[in-house]
């Protein structure tokens, strides 16, 4: 049984799964981005998830031939592990569950409100 | 636009980068580089987050704890054997903190710079032999919190040769064998004390330094 995923690992996991074979620091990092937007996710934090992750054995890495646009450094990339699929799978059904509840009891109004503009207050004279 | 980041800047940051991960840390930034602002920006960052990682990664909770309680021990024995009237005043016993806290801070840096590739038969002892030349630079210049030269070195003689003996009995994580197919961390996992993780051992680190704080206040 995996252990939950937390916010930020959910979103590498999910970086990691989308990237395939093209997933390592930068990358998974633009990705991130991306997923937890309109948030910021910094590369430090990157790193330290993916330390953890691996820690956890939810993914495995390995060092790439060294390439010249890196200055002749190697990259590291990064797999999805069985446990770490598992992981995923569970943390986006427990989303999805939560989801259906809040569509079940809001209704249309859940909608409604993700369409609405954002309320901007005007400052009194 | 310049291609990369200064060779001057580079190799600061090859230098503070543990080398166990160098290698991508420092290509994923050469390859992210727009300008030498941004790239100290992003060392400033990314740098102290890659040691904090690496750190929880090869330091053990429990043989850190160990270590620590086995150092304070040495250097309480010590001065009851050659200065016993100094563990009259109360401030003593915060005093005889300081040459372990350096003593283990040294080593768990060592641990975390250490390259997993090279492996030598004496690098468990490397940690503690740098945490003691840190911790003598410190006595010398520290002259009121200072433990007397004869308490000092039989302290610092007795808790090396502790602390060598536990660290070669347990050695560092990232020298530890490993199974064929198994990822070096997760068989860590594996074989720790489920409930023993290093924030729970910060616990009892924390209430020390508030006993040495109070100590040293009085």
């Not at chain 1, 989303?95 to 309320?119: H, L, S």
């Not at chain 2, 800047?9 to 290509?27: D, F, H, K, T």
């Not at chain 2, 390259?115 to 210049?141: E, N």
């Not at chain 2, 064929?180 to 330094?209: D, M, R, V, Y």
Request: charged share 20%.
């Amino acid at each position: 049984m995996p252990e939950p995923a937390g916010r930020h690992e959910q979103i590498i996991l999910t970086a990691i799964l989308s990237l395939r074979d093209e997933a390592y620091g930068v990358t998974i990092h633009e990705k991130a981005v991306q997923l937890s937007a309109p948030k910021s996710i910094s590369p430090g934090a990157v790193y330290i998830t993916l330390d953890r992750l691996e820690d956890k054995g939810l993914i495995s890495s390995w060092l790439s031939d060294p390439t010249p646009e890196r200055g002749g450094r190697s990259k590291r990339f990064y797999r999805l592990e069985a446990l770490g699929e598992r992981a995923l799978e569970e943390s986006a059904e427990t989303a999805q569950r939560v989801w259906d509840m809040v569509t079940e009891i809001w209704g249309g109004f859940a909608e409604e409100v993700r369409r609405r503009p954002k309320w901007s207050p005007v400052r009194p004279k | 636009m310049e291609s990369g980041p200064s060779k001057i800047g580079e190799a600061v940051a090859w230098w503070l980068v543990p080398p166990a991960c160098r290698e991508e840390i420092l290509g994923d930034m050469r390859e992210r580089y727009q300008g030498p602002a941004r790239y100290f920006l992003e060392a400033a960052h990314v740098i102290p987050c890659v040691i904090h990682s690496r750190i929880c990664r090869t330091t053990d909770a429990v043989v850190a704890l160990m270590e620590a309680v086995s150092m304070y021990t040495a250097f309480l024995m010590a001065t009851w054997w050659l200065d016993r009237a100094m563990l009259l005043d109360a401030r003593t016993f915060a005093h005889l903190a300081i040459p372990p806290v350096i003593f283990l801070a040294a080593t768990i840096l060592a641990d975390a710079y250490s390259d997993p590739q090279k492996r030598r038969p004496l690098k468990p002892v490397f940690g503690p032999t740098i945490g003691f030349a840190l911790a003598y630079i410190v006595q010398a210049t520290l002259n009121q919190w200072a433990l007397s030269p004869s308490v000092f070195a039989w302290g610092s003689a007795l808790s090396f040769l502790l602390v060598s003996t536990l660290r070669l009995t347990f050695p560092p994580i990232t020298d530890r064998p490993q199974a064929a197919n198994a990822p070096a961390f997760w068989q860590k996992l594996e074989l720790a004390p489920p409930s023993l993780s290093l924030k729970i051992a910060l616990l009892p680190c924390g209430i020390l330094l508030a006993v040495i704080l109070y100590l040293l206040g009085k």
